[in-house]
Every structure is written in C-alpha cells, then in structure tokens.
T-cell receptor, first 116, second 112 residues
Framework: NAGVTQTPKFRVLKTGQSMTLLCAQDMNHEYMYWYRQDPGMGLRLIHYSVGEGTTAKGEVPDGYNVSRLKKQNFLLGLESAAPSQTSVYFC???????????????FGDGTRLSIL | DAKTTQPTSMDCAEGRAANLPCNHSTISGNEYVYWYRQIHSQGPQYIIHGLKNNETNEMASLIITEDRKSSTLILPHATLRDTAVYYCIVRVAVTSYGKLTFGQGTILTVHP
C-alpha cells in the first residue's frame, strides 16, 4: 500500500524555469491538498481539490497552478519559478464526504525544491 | 478553528510513557482534536484524533478533558524513533475542505 507518493523528491531549478510536481494517492480519497513548509512557518495550504476536475485556492496560491484530471492524481505547477518558492512541498489526501468528514489527512514525504 | 498551545520541547526516557499536553481553551463543540507528528525530513504522520471521548489506537492514546479545553497525547512506551515534532490541531470537521493549521508543535526528544 503506497499511500501518497510524491515525485520528484528533490529538484533544483533556475529562476524563471517551470516544472510540475506530481502527487498520486491509491486510497480512493476525494480530497487532495498541496502545502508548503518553510522554516519557522509551519505548513501553509497552497491549493486543494474536493474531487476530480475541481480545484480551489488555499492560503498562498500565487505563483502556482494545479490540476486534478484524475481522482488519484493532483499536480502542482510552477509556471515561472522564483527564489521565494524554495520550500518543501507536501501533498496530502483525505476521505471526506458526508458523515466521514472528520477523517484525517495522509501526507506524502515531500518534494524539496530549490530555486536558484 | 481554535488556537492550540503546546510546550516548545519535552524529553522522555526510552521505554517510558511520553505525555504531551495541548491547551485548546477556545475549542467549539463541533471541533475535533487531531495529533500529527513529523519526523525530520519526512511528511507529517497522522497519529490519532477525537471529539470528546478518549481514544486509543496502535500508536497512542488521546485523553480529552471533560470540558474539552485541553488534551494529552500518550505514547505508552516511547522509543528513539518517536523523536519528532508533535502537532496538536483543532479544527471543525464539517467544512467544505479539511484545511489543517499546523502551529509550532512540541519537539519530543526520546533519549536512551
């Protein structure tokens, strides 16, 4: 049981380059999330999705785009990378519907991204 | 979502119980208490959650006071691998999405 898998695990980009981070979950979860974690700031929500084909903005969405074309995948894109986007990115998923709305989120092991 | 207060750091001897407190005095009736931990360089790991009753699973026990203003996470037999940052999170379950707000957490160090 893989759970939540993030690829790549590490990446170094130059300012202005673009890239896509992939998150895949095999738990048939409806909800998926992208967070970033910076030293001393905890996790901050970037974007989230409540189901296939739907996405919404979180706390810090600027500079990022997302897509949820398949239920099991949630992609995070950086169109023009900036040094301020150097961070550790975590994807999470949860089963959250109806009476099961108190279900926990399950996280991947993160993507460490450096923008030079 | 209610704010939580946790000690910055705690120590525990290997094999002993680790009791991690959390204060959430402004918790509302429909807010759950969640505990996560993050071991260095890994993603946050869900431990346990509860509403008002005490809960136990294979990892830990969660004790919630009767007034729900505080809780304690208990790791019954701490090991070196339990060294991590532990986060207590309070959130409303019935929302349009399950955003988690991580605070600074408690750094638990388990020593031999």
């Amino acid at each position: 049981n893989a759970g939540v898998t993030q690829t790549p695990k590490f990446r170094v980009l130059k300012t202005g380059q673009s890239m896509t981070l992939l998150c895949a979950q095999d738990m048939n979860h409806e909800y998926m999330y992208w967070y970033r974690q910076d030293p001393g700031m905890g996790l901050r929500l970037i974007h989230y999705s409540v189901g296939e084909g739907t996405t919404a903005k979180g706390e810090v969405p600027d500079g990022y785009n997302v897509s949820r074309l398949k239920k099991q995948n949630f992609l995070l894109g950086l169109e023009s990378a900036a040094p301020s986007q150097t961070s550790v990115y975590f994807c999470a998923s949860s089963y959250e519907a109806g009476d099961h709305s108190n279900q926990p989120q399950h996280f991947g092991d993160g993507t460490r991204l450096s923008i030079l | 979502d209610a704010k939580t207060t946790q000690p910055t750091s705690m120590d525990c001897a290997e094999g002993r119980a680790a009791n991690l407190p959390c204060n959430h005095s402004t918790i509302s009736g429909n807010e759950y208490v969640y505990w996560y931990r993050q071991i260095h360089s890994q993603g946050p790991q869900y431990i346990i959650h509860g509403l008002k009753n005490n809960e136990t699973n294979e990892m830990a026990s969660l004790i919630i006071t009767e007034d729900r203003k505080s809780s304690t996470l208990i790791l019954p037999h701490a090991t070196l691998r339990d060294t991590a940052v532990y986060y207590c999170i309070v959130r409303v379950a019935v929302t349009s999405y399950g955003k988690l707000t991580f605070g600074q957490g408690t750094i638990l160090t388990v020593h031999p």
